[in-house]
Structure formats: C-alpha cells, structure tokens
C-alpha cells in the first residue's frame, strides 16, 4: 500500500490551500482516514479524521476552517485548509486504516510541508 500526499507549500496568513492524499495497492476496506501535522521540535497531532461511515473529528484548533472529505472510488483524502495561520505550519501527513483479512493496518504518507508566512 502506497499513500502519495500533495498539495503543500507557501501560504501567507488568511491564504488556503487543499492537500490530497491518494491511496493505492492491495488497500482492502479503509475504515478511517485521517490527517496528521508535525511541527518542528513537536509530536505529531491528529488534525482531522473521518471513518468510513462519515464520523469527522477535527483538532480544536482546526475547527471552523479546515474541513477533512474523501473520495471512495478514487481512495483519496482531501483537507481543505482555510483562514490559515502562521500556527498551521507544519509537516502534514495522512494515514488510512486498512482492514486486511489478517487484522488492520495503518499505513502513512511521506508527508507534505505546509508553511504559513507572510
């Protein structure tokens, strides 16, 4: 299972930007897929998640302005980010859990950067 991760880069305060994440490979069922952000010198943080049944969960600091959405037949995640601020710089991963015949499995992406600067 692979996961391709795009759509970071440079965005001044207020700015937008959408990351997707594409999924491919003996994948199975997704039950959840998620975006994680890792600040330098930080722990990696749940930003946004939603399960297959549509259940979203967004971090605190996110709410109101990002917005986590998927595409089942494409298998790929999308994080719309809006109204952002210098505090959403980071390294944004996303992560899918499989559930294979054997058990689940969380893959990861390889991250893309975000910075959010003037």
């Known amino acids: 299972v692979q996961l391709q991760a795009s759509g970071g880069g440079l965005v001044q305060p207020g700015g937008s930007l959408r990351l997707s994440c594409a999924a491919s490979g003996n994948i199975f069922i997704i039950s959840f897929m998620a975006w994680y952000r890792q600040a330098p010198g930080k722990e990696r943080d749940l930003v946004a998640g939603?399960?297959?049944?549509?259940?979203?969960n967004y971090a605190d600091s996110v709410k109101g302005r990002f917005t986590i959405s998927r595409d089942n037949a494409k298998n790929t995640v999308y994080l719309e980010m809006n109204e952002m601020k210098p505090e959403d710089t980071a390294k944004y991963y996303c992560?899918?859990?499989?559930?294979?015949?054997?058990?689940?499995?969380?893959?990861w992406g390889q991250g893309t950067l975000v910075t959010v600067s003037s």
């Open positions: 992560m899918i859990r499989s559930e294979r015949p054997r058990g689940p499995a969380i893959y």
């Open positions: 939603m399960t297959s049944g549509g259940e979203i």
